[in-house]
Every structure is written in structure tokens, then in C-alpha cells.
């Protein structure tokens, strides 16, 4: 039964004419005294004179013109994908983010040493004056705060918001009349969930202004049907551009890793 | 010559040369939007996909180790476009088209001239119906005249699986085939 097997599978070849010489003349052995492969044989002549190989190629249907065209629209589509590595406005993003980390710096560091000689100034009158110091009386100063518990998990949540972002301001949906979102569903559902526990923590203003800009998106996106229609999309995609979101995220994320976190400072409350 | 050739051209497209690359999609496009043809048999379908897979295999040039040919190499993402294509399609279809009755289909299918089912639709009906990896080789083996160790190539398997689905594939289209036509008489 076996022997059938291996000949059947190259009746294919054999009737192609592909088959090397000892190949060849071990099938054709085989069919003068297998009936069996001899009919199998035949079935696969007669589909084959159907599904005969095409005499033209469907290539062959489109003008020279297209042809022509063809690598052109290639090398556009190419060009178009890597534009929003190299446009303008990235440029501006990458010179932007750079000065922003070099003028953040030195405010930061401006703001540690004030707030440590603001701080020197009022244990300095508290050792003179005990009796007549009182915590309210010192001035609202931005405080330095330790590096924040939740610092790690606001990082986290910007970072895969981003991710969520680019990965729906990239996706390519061709002539798709319905586009399947439940991946981002599923991930824009994790993060407003994590959104939410990030907000009953304590946040810097810029953290918790950012995070609240980012659960709109994120809500529109989980509460999408797996299946989303082209004009849902397009309108997700449009909000995501009107609120400027990939850059805030961007900046944001730029910020929090060389401060700690989005502020790295707080502002104090005096209670 | 040829293939030193091609070893140039991708050498120079992976160091950024549009030209290089502009050569290499010129050597290649028409065999590869013969082959995405060959999957969703429609001429914007195969233009697309074939333009997407040129696209995709730039970006992805510097992964290309040059085991297997560029054509080859090529072949298998348009053939993995393509099949997602026809799988996107067919879900949709599945979805927008919940039953649609085998009668409706003959009838929309019948040749007005001879007055009998038309023979290509048949074939596409019965070529489409065959599992997924049968119908690739198929269509790269038998449609396109790929050689088998290419297709392995490809799909990512062995020769003989290649044989032996093209052997399942056939015989289960001669089937089909039998059966559409005794329903017809």
C-alpha cells in the first residue's frame, strides 16, 4: 500500500516529464502492473486538462503603462511609510524634545536647590522661633517628593498607550469595509482600568491632565464592537490627531523618564 | 550572472539605493502579481497585494539572510498576503452573506450563451473550496509552474508535503468537479 503512496505522489512529475531518469523508470513499472495507480493516473490527466496552466498571464492583462507605473507606486508607497520618521513635524517633535529635556533640566535642578534653601531657611527660624513657627505659615513652595510610588506604573501606562496609538494611527485598512479592533478593544480596556487606579493614587497635574486626555480615546476604543466600520475608525483616528495625542504621549513619556515621573514634583498641599 | 546580480541589487537596496530597489521590483512584479493573482482572481486584489508584499519586503531586507532566492523569499509574503486576504474575505463574507442558497449561486453562475454552468466558475469554486495549504500549492505548483523544492520553499515545508498536497488537492477538485457537473445534468 505503501508503494502505492510514494508512486501516486509522483504522478504529478511523471505526467509533468520532471521526474529524473531512475525516478521516471520506477513509475513507469510500477503503472504497467498497478491498475490502481494506472486510473489514478488517468484522474489526475483529466483534472489537469481542465485546470490547465493558463496560456497568458493575468500580467499580461495590464498595459504597458502599469507596468511602467508599478515600481513608481511601489517606491511612493515605500516613501510614504517612512515619511512620519522624517517629516516635518517629527523633526520639530525630536528638536523639541531635546529642548525640552535641556531647559526641564536645569529648571528642575533650579527648583531642588531653591526648595532645599527654602527648607534650610525655615528649620533655621523654627530652631530660632519654635514657639511662634507654624507649618501653615510657610510659603505654597513646590516640595521635591521621592521618587513616587507609582512612578514605574504611570511610565508603564504611557508607554502602552503610546504603543496602542501608533499601532491604530499606522494600521493600514486597504478597501476593509469592517476593520477588527478587538486586540486594541482588549488593550484600551486594560488601560483605562489602569487609568482609573492611577487616578485615585496621587498624580502631578501634568500626569493626571494627561491621563484623563487619554481615557477619552481609550474609552471610544473599548466600547468599539470587535468589528468597527471604516468611518468609526477614521473618526477614532481623527481624535487622535486633533488632541495631538501621539506627541503629548511622546512628550509626556520624555519628560517622566528624565524627571521620575510626569512632574517629579508635586505640588505640596498643606493640610 | 543573474544571480550575482540580484546579490547586488539586494546589497544595495539594504544600504538604502531606491534604484537597486526600484530594479529588483521590476525583475519581480509581474511573476509576483501573477502568483497573488493566482489567490484572489481579481486584477485590483493582485495589484494590491502585490505592491503591499514589495513594500513589506523592503522594510524587512535587512532580515533577508539570502538563504533562498529573493523571488522565492518574495513569493512567500505575497502568498501569506494573500492568504489573509481571502481569509478576511471570507469571514466578511461569512458574516454579510450569513446563507445565501446554492440554487441563487447556479443561477447567477449560468452561461446565457450555451445555457450551462460555466466551466471557470467550476474551476474557481472548486479550487477556492480546498483547504488552505492544498490550494496554495495548487496554485504556486500547478497555476504558476513553480518547481516543488520552490513551493516548499514558500510554504515553509517539505517536498513531500508539497507532493502530497498537490495530489490531495487535485484529486479533491476532480471530485468537485465530478459532482458539479452530474448536478448540472
Same mark, same amino acid.
Given at each position: 500500500?505503501?508503494?502505492?503512496?510514494?508512486i501516486?505522489?509522483?504522478?504529478?512529475?511523471?505526467?509533468?516529464?520532471?521526474?529524473?531518469?531512475p525516478?521516471?523508470?520506477?513509475?513507469?513499472?510500477?503503472l504497467?502492473?498497478?491498475?490502481?495507480?494506472?486510473?489514478?493516473?488517468?484522474?489526475?490527466?483529466?483534472?489537469?486538462?481542465?485546470?490547465?496552466?493558463?496560456?497568458?498571464?493575468p500580467?499580461?492583462?495590464?498595459?504597458?503603462?502599469?507596468?511602467?507605473?508599478f515600481?513608481?507606486v511601489?517606491?511612493?508607497?515605500?516613501?510614504?511609510?517612512?515619511?512620519?520618521?522624517?517629516?516635518?513635524?517629527?523633526?520639530?517633535?525630536?528638536?523639541?524634545?531635546?529642548?525640552?529635556?535641556?531647559?526641564?533640566?536645569p529648571?528642575?535642578?533650579?527648583?531642588?536647590?531653591l526648595?532645599? *534653601? #527654602? @527648607?534650610?531657611?525655615?528649620?533655621?527660624?523654627?530652631?530660632?522661633?519654635? =514657639? %511662634?513657627? /507654624?507649618?501653615? !505659615?510657610?510659603? &505654597?513652595?513646590?516640595?521635591?517628593?521621592?521618587?513616587?510610588?507609582?512612578?514605574?506604573?504611570?511610565?508603564?501606562?504611557?508607554?502602552?498607550?503610546? *504603543? #496602542? @496609538?501608533?499601532?491604530?494611527?499606522?494600521?493600514?485598512?486597504?478597501?476593509? =469595509? %469592517?476593520? /477588527?479592533?478587538? !486586540?486594541?478593544? &482588549?488593550?484600551?480596556?486594560?488601560?483605562?482600568?489602569?487609568?482609573?487606579?492611577?487616578?485615585?493614587?496621587?498624580?502631578?497635574?501634568?500626569?493626571?491632565?494627561?491621563?484623563?486626555?487619554?481615557?477619552?480615546?481609550?474609552?471610544e476604543?473599548?466600547? %468599539?464592537? /470587535?468589528?468597527?466600520?471604516?468611518?468609526?475608525?477614521?473618526?477614532i483616528?481623527?481624535g487622535?490627531?486633533?488632541?495631538?495625542?501621539?506627541?503629548?504621549?511622546?512628550m509626556?513619556?520624555?519628560?517622566?523618564?528624565?524627571?521620575?515621573?510626569?512632574?517629579?514634583?508635586?505640588?505640596?498641599?498643606?493640610? | 550572472?543573474?544571480?550575482?546580480?540580484e546579490?547586488?541589487?539586494?546589497?544595495?537596496?539594504?544600504?538604502?539605493?531606491?534604484e537597486?530597489?526600484?530594479?529588483?521590483?521590476?525583475?519581480?512584479?509581474?511573476q509576483?502579481?501573477?502568483?497573488?493573482?493566482?489567490?484572489v482572481?481579481?486584477?485590483?486584489g493582485?495589484?494590491?497585494?502585490?505592491?503591499?508584499?514589495?513594500?513589506?519586503?523592503?522594510?524587512?531586507?535587512?532580515?533577508?539572510?539570502?538563504?533562498?532566492?529573493?523571488?522565492?523569499?518574495?513569493?512567500?509574503i505575497?502568498?501569506?498576503?494573500?492568504?489573509?486576504?481571502?481569509?478576511?474575505?471570507?469571514?466578511?463574507?461569512?458574516?454579510?452573506?450569513?446563507?445565501?442558497?446554492?440554487?441563487?449561486?447556479?443561477?447567477?453562475?449560468?452561461?446565457?450563451?450555451?445555457?450551462?454552468?460555466?466551466?471557470?466558475?467550476?474551476?474557481?469554486?472548486?479550487?477556492?473550496?480546498?483547504?488552505?495549504?492544498?490550494?496554495?500549492?495548487?496554485?504556486?505548483?500547478?497555476?504558476e509552474?513553480?518547481?516543488?523544492?520552490?513551493?516548499?520553499?514558500?510554504?515553509?515545508?517539505?517536498?513531500?508535503?508539497?507532493?502530497?498536497?498537490?495530489?490531495?488537492?487535485l484529486?479533491?477538485?476532480?471530485?468537485?468537479?465530478?459532482?458539479?457537473?452530474?448536478?448540472?445534468?
Amino acid at each position: 500500500m505503501n508503494g502505492h503512496r510514494e508512486i501516486q505522489l509522483l504522478l504529478y512529475e511523471f505526467n509533468e516529464g520532471t521526474l529524473s531518469g531512475p525516478e521516471h523508470q520506477k513509475v513507469l513499472s510500477h503503472l504497467r502492473s498497478c491498475a490502481e495507480c494506472s486510473v489514478e493516473l488517468e484522474a489526475m490527466r483529466s483534472v489537469l486538462s481542465v485546470v490547465a496552466r493558463p496560456t497568458t498571464q493575468p500580467s499580461e492583462d495590464q498595459s504597458t503603462e502599469f507596468w511602467q507605473g508599478f515600481a513608481r507606486v511601489v517606491e511612493n508607497r515605500i516613501r510614504e511609510e517612512s515619511t512620519p520618521r522624517r517629516n516635518v513635524g517629527n523633526v520639530l517633535t525630536g528638536v523639541l524634545d531635546r529642548m525640552i529635556v535641556r531647559v526641564w533640566r536645569p529648571v528642575a535642578a533650579s527648583t531642588i536647590v531653591l526648595t532645599l *534653601a #527654602l @527648607l534650610a531657611f525655615f528649620f533655621a527660624q523654627r530652631g530660632q522661633n519654635p =514657639e %511662634k513657627t /507654624d507649618v501653615a !505659615a510657610v510659603p &505654597e513652595v513646590i516640595a521635591p517628593v521621592a521618587p513616587p510610588e507609582n512612578g514605574g506604573q504611570v511610565s508603564r501606562y504611557l508607554r502602552r498607550s503610546n *504603543a #496602542l @496609538l501608533i499601532g491604530l494611527t499606522n494600521r493600514e485598512i486597504g478597501d476593509e =469595509e %469592517k476593520i /477588527d479592533l478587538s !486586540a486594541e478593544r &482588549e488593550l484600551s480596556r486594560q488601560l483605562v482600568r489602569e487609568a482609573r487606579s492611577l487616578q485615585e493614587q496621587p498624580l502631578d497635574a501634568q500626569s493626571s491632565q494627561m491621563v484623563r486626555n487619554l481615557e477619552r480615546v481609550l474609552l471610544e476604543v473599548a466600547n %468599539k464592537n /470587535d468589528l468597527s466600520t471604516r468611518s468609526d475608525f477614521e473618526m477614532i483616528r481623527g481624535g487622535i490627531r486633533r488632541e495631538n495625542l501621539l506627541f503629548k504621549v511622546r512628550m509626556a513619556e520624555q519628560l517622566h523618564g528624565s524627571r521620575g515621573s510626569l512632574g517629579g514634583i508635586r505640588h505640596a498641599k498643606h493640610r | 550572472m543573474a544571480a550575482a546580480d540580484e546579490q547586488q541589487l539586494i546589497l544595495r537596496a539594504r544600504q538604502g539605493s531606491h534604484e537597486a530597489y526600484r530594479l529588483l521590483v521590476e525583475r519581480h512584479m509581474k511573476q509576483a502579481y501573477n502568483v497573488a493573482f493566482g489567490f484572489v482572481t481579481d486584477h485590483a486584489g493582485a495589484e494590491d497585494i502585490a505592491q503591499e508584499a514589495f513594500v513589506r519586503a523592503y522594510y524587512a531586507l535587512p532580515s533577508f539572510r539570502g538563504d533562498a532566492e529573493f523571488g522565492t523569499w518574495l513569493y512567500r509574503i505575497v502568498t501569506n498576503l494573500a492568504l489573509n486576504r481571502i481569509k478576511q474575505r471570507n469571514a466578511r463574507l461569512e458574516r454579510e452573506v450569513a446563507m445565501e442558497s446554492a440554487d441563487a449561486l447556479t443561477e447567477g453562475s449560468e452561461d446565457p450563451v450555451h445555457g450551462q454552468l460555466d466551466l471557470r466558475t467550476h474551476l474557481e469554486r472548486a479550487l477556492h473550496e480546498l483547504p488552505t495549504l492544498q490550494r496554495a500549492v495548487v496554485i504556486l505548483r500547478h497555476i504558476e509552474g513553480l518547481s516543488t523544492t520552490q513551493v516548499s520553499k514558500i510554504l515553509n515545508c517539505s517536498e513531500g508535503t508539497v507532493k502530497t498536497h498537490l495530489f490531495r488537492g487535485l484529486k479533491k477538485m476532480r471530485e468537485r468537479l465530478e459532482y458539479l457537473k452530474a448536478e448540472a445534468e
